[in-house]
């Protein structure tokens, strides 16, 4: 598929997006992520209560990868594994992270938007790297952020999850805004620098791989390469 198609599909879904108040209570957070082994994909979600972060449900799918690496277009790549995970799930989630980023995007769709926008359920995009927009450097307290900018346009928050670690770059994804991207993120992170959900999801990935061999190393250690 051209580039200017693609462009194009992500300012339509962008239009989907919709940036508010989390609705409700918050019963059930989950976290997903994505392996690579060759050309297939594995799809792994863990469903935690929520505050208690007790693991109620899992899910994991594979799929062979139809579409290429293209840098800015991961979600076109991931979305049908992801999509494929969440069908097997029994205990639906209230609010997922995503391992990549929400509207901190060039054309304010990234991953977590994009899985948002197809399941209609809330997301927040928890990358380990900056994407896009302007920054400053937070201080260095657990829940110190500083937000990211697209001109004078909030787009997101760089946020310390621990005291003296490397800061996360998170955003809304969809039907969240600003403060629950802080609280939610803040509140289901615990000796870790990356929330509970999103460990679980990357490690039952990983597990799943392994199953059926090697896997290529930027896939899991190298997160922070993959421009979603």
Known sequence: MRLDKLIKRQHKLAQRVRIKKIHG???????????QKAELLFGCIGVFEFPSLYVVDEAFAQASSTFPYIPGFL??????????????????????????????????????SHVGVMLGVATIGCAKSHLYGDYTVPRLGRGRYTYIRDGKKRIGIVLRTRKNVRPLFVSPGNLVDMSDCRNFVLASTTKYRIPEPLRYAHTMAREKARELGSVDRWSFYGTAARIV
């Open 25 to 35: 209570t918050v019963q059930y957070i989950a976290g997903v992520d994505v392996a």
């Open 75 to 112: 979600s076109f790549r991931e979305i049908p594994v992801i999509v494929k995970t969440y069908k097997k799930l029994r205990k639906k989630p209230d609010l997922i992270l995503v391992d990549g980023q929400g509207i901190a995007h060039p054309r304010r769709l990234g991953l977590a």
